[in-house]
């Protein structure tokens, strides 16, 4: 059986650099990442509907009046994993019932129905190239500036 050995010249100055290209990238992508949730946020507070209030059957219902924009305030950005990723939307439960509406069944106790409503996708369409631009950029700038062609 045979050895063979092969010798690579230059690892440490490419392991260098790959650790530059990490730390940076990973700096400008959270940026990226932060910047581009909160404009999807934005988007989406700005085309959420606004409700009407809600009293009588309702307060009794749930034991509370429902005041208009509550389901606006409640669209938050939740970062994870070192501002990597991040989750946004609404946190009302009632939300994909405004985003996608309801359809009244059969039964003639449910009569009532709401159309869609959509406010999320359409805040995602808008932003949603941006950010995928965007990102291209941060990562394109950050292989140049470790030294990759």
Do not use: C
Request: charged share 30%; aromatic share 10%.
């Amino acid at each position: 059986m045979s050895k063979v050995t092969i010798r690579v010249n230059g690892v440490e100055v490419l392991s260098r650099k790959l650790e530059t290209l990490s730390e940076d990238a990973r700096k400008a992508i959270g940026k990226h990442v932060q910047r581009s949730a909160y404009a999807l946020r934005g988007a989406e507070i700005k085309r959420a509907p606004k409700g009407r209030r809600f009293y009588g059957k309702v307060k009794e219902q749930f034991g509370h009046k429902q005041l208009p924009g509550a389901l606006r305030k409640s669209i938050r950005a939740k970062f994870t994993r070192g501002k990597l990723s991040a989750e946004i939307g609404p946190r009302r439960f009632y939300a994909p019932f405004v985003e996608y509406g309801t359809k009244a069944s059969d039964d003639p106790r449910h009569r009532f129905s709401t159309k869609p409503q959509p406010f999320v996708q359409p805040a995602w369409e808008s932003q949603g190239p941006k950010y995928e631009d965007g990102m291209v950029d941060v990562i394109n700038k950050a292989v140049k500036g470790a030294g990759f062609k």
